[in-house]
């Protein structure tokens, strides 16, 4: 199985999940079944069918975190010395050179890309794009819209 690169916050996130799910949702979930169970006629409980399938959510879930977490290969940002080169973790600023905008995004793991935050997957076309580059290089980025060319503003590993 490959490795899963994961920020240490992305483990932490993932570890908390997997906690809840076993000591809050599954216990949950068990208590909900023996409660449809004493209803009696199992055939036509729908409450008894819900709290199964749900079960299955949540066994399935917790099989998937548990994978994801032993295949995972921990990243801790604030720990790298890339010398100012864009890696798995680290924190860019750009400039669009058309428009002038600038924009900020953290490569991550699949699991942990949030735009809206500004976390960007690492096997999107801008870090694929970026990754390998340097403060003051200029990249073209191949988006659905066309190419954009952005320059690296800043690396930061935080």
């Not at 994978?67 to 860019?92: E, R, Y």
């Amino acid at each position: 199985m490959a490795t899963l690169p994961l920020t240490k916050r992305g483990a932490e996130a993932l570890k908390a999940e997997l906690h809840k799910l076993k000591t809050v949702d599954r216990p949950w979930v068990i208590n909900a079944i023996a409660e449809a169970r004493a209803q009696g006629d199992l055939s036509e409980n729908a409450e008894y069918d819900a709290a199964k399938d749900r079960q299955g959510f949540i066994e399935g879930r917790i099989a998937e975190v548990e994978g994801k977490l032993s295949s995972a290969q921990i990243i801790d940002p604030a720990a790298l010395n890339a010398d100012g080169k864009v890696v798995f973790g680290s924190t860019v600023d750009l400039e669009d050179e058309d428009s002038g905008a600038k924009v900020t995004y953290q490569i991550v793991g699949e699991d942990e890309a949030d735009l809206k935050l500004g976390r960007i997957n690492i096997n999107s076309p801008i870090a694929r794009a970026i990754i390998g580059k340097e403060e003051g290089d200029s990249v073209e980025v191949q988006a659905p819209g066309g190419a954009r060319h952005y320059e690296i503003i800043a690396v930061r590993y935080e």
